[in-house]
């Protein structure tokens, strides 16, 4: 008989208890165990595995060794009802490698049976209707499982006072399985419990882990031996751990096996194909964090988007000098500015934290479809990097002002003659070092835009009761009654509004929070989110802010004081705003023309306005027409001549008009 004593080299435990026999006994089991609707299909399976199997998993379950990696909690506030910090994991297969080779075996030929298509294909059988609901008849296809899901398994184990609160689990997936190995008995109330909310109707599509006392808990799966507590998916599936103290433990590490299939959604390699345009700090203090304006392109011909099924953000890793990742589970994650279709650009920020020990560490930011891949991974060309400095904390003096502000601001938003608060802002707060401010709704903020370059409205911001700490949607409006931008504020977010490019204007920005209101426990207040930082961006650009370079146009580079922009062919201008009588900049021929004088003819709707002769650097000033037209495409003669060392076509640059 086997030990469930624990070890990490090894002892002799033969892998082949995982093999057809041991697929057939899970399915015999599944079928075994009744099923229960409420409050959507879930099961629990006693003797899910032979008793041979069990007991080998009992003894080559890693409980101490040090490849089970320790989490930190997750930077996204949507995760705020949740202590990760005492939980401990290793993924399979990802990670197998992180463990002994006896181990590493048996835990890979365990995934291939417990992942496997058998097993999938007995929960969809088992949960036929929740299946068809769906999926429809396309689960009749003998292909698929193998074409439309995929699993993933994670060994873990628990410390005294881990907790999640209620939760339903992300879209993508379909079925989660809780397999459970207590040390002895007595332990039942262990279990993962089902919670029902107060809030008659309310659902959660996956995202938030939300506060338990908004929930009546119900029953909990009882944490036994060789039993599996598993349910389908669904937006009212509310499940979690309410928190283990050590008497509740009872020595017990609580550990589990927690199996998904989710919907197999990964995306073509030759389908992960970006431009990330990003400049990258030189340095930061440790433990800061600030915000990375960016401009991506989709390079590929599907859609780039956040929403499932192709789950995409943008995010960034910190590595040491031997090229390992700094703390990964403590890095961020940014949603893209919006839905791209092949070819086509926006410009957003992300929010970037600095590791906490001090050091030089590489940067790499890229997009990533998450549980599937690095686009920067596939081709460095996805990203970007830099070497970046992080500095110890600046040192506070006994004079220090009383307000704590790391970055020596004494409110929200910086002094400034250009950017002010109007109504609807409540008195400024901090927590330690952080200030904010909260909202309650149609704050008011005040944009000076002087010159004519764009304008960015940056905020730092997160959900507050007003919407039930929950995902909502932020617009700015104008005084006019203009819409200028919309973002879904998901857990502490960085959003950006672009202002018209109207100079010299003052903006009257009203900012609007969808389905707030609520009332605040405790506090009279109505606190629909709260802002933690409001910044005004300028970008100076080749052209003034009503002209922006669209295709044709390669990045903003810099040459001493000149900004210039690179043109491979037809570039196009896109305007924006009537009014506007004269477009000027500056223009000089390029190596792909061989650095020799070109004709530039500029054109609307197919008509030439203008028509210059262009070699080294040369004044353009280009009169609109009276109704000014929506786009110009410039088109130089010539050109496309390929040169030594750069990959690009630079047939010619544009420079912004010195004055």
Known sequence: ???????????GVDASVWDAREATHMR??????PMRDEPSAHTYVENIFSPATYAAMLEMFPTDSLALRQWSNPGDQSLRFGNYSRRRELQIPSEAERLPLEQREFWLQAAGVVCGEQFARALLERFDPYARARFGDRIDDPSFVRDNLRGTMLLNQHEADYYLGPHTDRGEKVFTCLFYFPEHEGLEHLGTTLYRPLEPGFTCPGVAHHDPARFERGETAPYRPNSAFIFARTDVMFHGVHPLTADELRGSKRRSIQMQFWVHNERPREECKTTLWASLPLTMQASSDLSLPYNLSNDASLLLDSEFPYTTHLGYRWLDPTGREVEPDNRQRSPLPRALAAGESATGSMRIVAPATPGRYSLRASVIQEGVAWFDDIDPRNGVSATVLVQGPARIGASAAPLPASDGRVDIAPQSDAL???????PLEWEGATLFRWVADSAQVYVAALRPVRHDLRLVLEPGPGVGLRPFRLTAHLSDGREIGAAIVAGKSSVTFTLPAESPRLFDVSLH??????ASPGDDRTLNYRVFSLDIERTVDVFPAWATPSAGFYPPEGEGADLFRWVSGDATIRLEGSGHRVLEF???SGPSMGSKPFRLGVFAN?????NVEVGSRTRVRLPLPAATPQSLVMRASGGGMAIAGDPRILNFRVFAAKT
Not at 1 to 11: K, P
Not at 606 to 610: A, C, N, R, S
């Open 1 to 11: 008989m086997l030990s469930s004593a624990t070890h990490d080299g090894s002892n």
């Open 28 to 33: 015999n089991a599944v079928f075994a165990a």
């Open 420 to 426: 002010a608060l109007g109504d609807g802002w409540y």
């Open 513 to 518: 929070a969808a389905g707030g209101g609520a």
């Open 586 to 588: 500056d223009a000089e």
């Open 606 to 610: 197919g008509v030439e306005l203008h």
